[in-house]
Every structure is written in structure tokens, then in C-alpha cells.
């Protein structure tokens, strides 16, 4: 095999070797931090619980993602995580080629996730306020007698329990 003919093969070798050198690097995924004041607030995509504040999040790099940071009592915030194309794609294509960006852009690798940290100061809810109130504050006795007659027409109540419960309810009725 000539020298010319063995340059050729090391430098394809060593294409083949080195396409997807960001997912090789980086990863498909990132971790995210969250934090929030107060902590303990509930964080969440696509109604997904990742967990409470403070907390590290792995997300897929090569799409955005919309963080929900909830705790009661307080206002619900939301965080959009952006990716962007990450630094190291323009060394992978002079090194790596058009197989190795091809690579690193399917499986997300040439992106970074940004920001990678996330804090939230999350307000308190006004007392009274329509997210503060539960949803029988918002009922009359009428409406609240119609629902316990439901369950009970349905059976999910006996009819002592349904006796008691209606009794508290026009005890304590406002109206």
C-alpha cells in the first residue's frame, strides 16, 4: 500500500472516528439548575413532576423546554429553557465533516441549553385572590347542597354521612 494510499485511510479512519464529537463530548442531555425563594416549589414540564426546588433537571438538548415552578400560595412561574447551537460545531465539521455535524445535529449534541441555571423569586398570592381560593369558596349553599345530593344520588356518600355534611353546610352559610 502506497504512503499516499495509507494517509487516505488514516484520515477517513480517523473521520469516522471523530463524527459526533459533540454528543461524544457533551452528551445528549444537559442538567439544568433550579432553584427558587421560598424552596420546596414543584417543577415540572409537560405535566411531568421533575421534582422540588432546589433541584438539578436533565433535559434533551436539542429542543426548547418551558419550565412550570409552582408552591402554594404563590403566583405559578414559567422558565423557557432555549437550545442554541453550541460553540464546538464548527471545530466537529472541519474535523468531523458532514457525518460528524449530521451526527451531533440528529441526536441533539451540537446544541447547549440555555440558561443553565434558573432562579425564581415567586410571589405570594393575595388573600382572596381567584388562584388563592379553593373552589367551594366560590359556591353558594345551593350549588354546595346540589353537588352533596349528587354524591349521594351516586353512592359515593351514605346517607348519614350526607345528613352531617348538610347540616355543617347550612350551619355555616353566609348567604
Known amino acids: 500500500m502506497s504512503k499516499s494510499m495509507r494517509l487516505r ?3 477517513v479512519l480517523l473521520g469516522v472516528f471523530l463524527c459526533g464529537c459533540a454528543t461524544i463530548i457533551h ?3 444537559q442538567k439544568i439548575h433550579v432553584s427558587s425563594e421560598p424552596s420546596g416549589a414543584d417543577v415540572q414540564e409537560d405535566s411531568i413532576k421533575l421534582g422540588q426546588t432546589p433541584v438539578s433537571v436533565t433535559l ?3 429542543s426548547d423546554h418551558v419550565l412550570i415552578i409552582s408552591k402554594k ?3 405559578t412561574e414559567q422558565r423557557v429553557i432555549m437550545h442554541v447551537i453550541h460553540g464546538a460545531v464548527a471545530g466537529n465539521i472541519i474535523v468531523g465533516g458532514l457525518i460528524g455535524w449530521g451526527v451531533d445535529a440528529v441526536s441533539g449534541g451540537q446544541y447547549r441549553l ?3 441555571m434558573v432562579h425564581v423569586v415567586l410571589k405570594p398570592l393575595e388573600p382572596g385572590s381567584e388562584e388563592a381560593g379553593s373552589p367551594l369558596l366560590k359556591m ?3 350549588q354546595k347542597l346540589e353537588e352533596l345530593k349528587k354524591l349521594k ?9 350526607y345528613e352531617a ?3 355543617i353546610i347550612l350551619k355555616t352559610a353566609v348567604e
Do not use: A, H, M, S
Not at 344520588?153 to 354521612?161: M, R, S
Open 9 to 11: 485511510l488514516l484520515l
Open 27 to 29: 452528551g445528549t442531555t
Open 60 to 62: 434533551k438538548r436539542k
Open 73 to 75: 400560595g404563590y403566583q
Open 114 to 116: 440555555v440558561p443553565e
Open 140 to 142: 353558594t349553599t345551593k
Open 153 to 161: 344520588d351516586e353512592g359515593l356518600i351514605t346517607e348519614t354521612e
Open 165 to 167: 355534611i348538610r347540616k
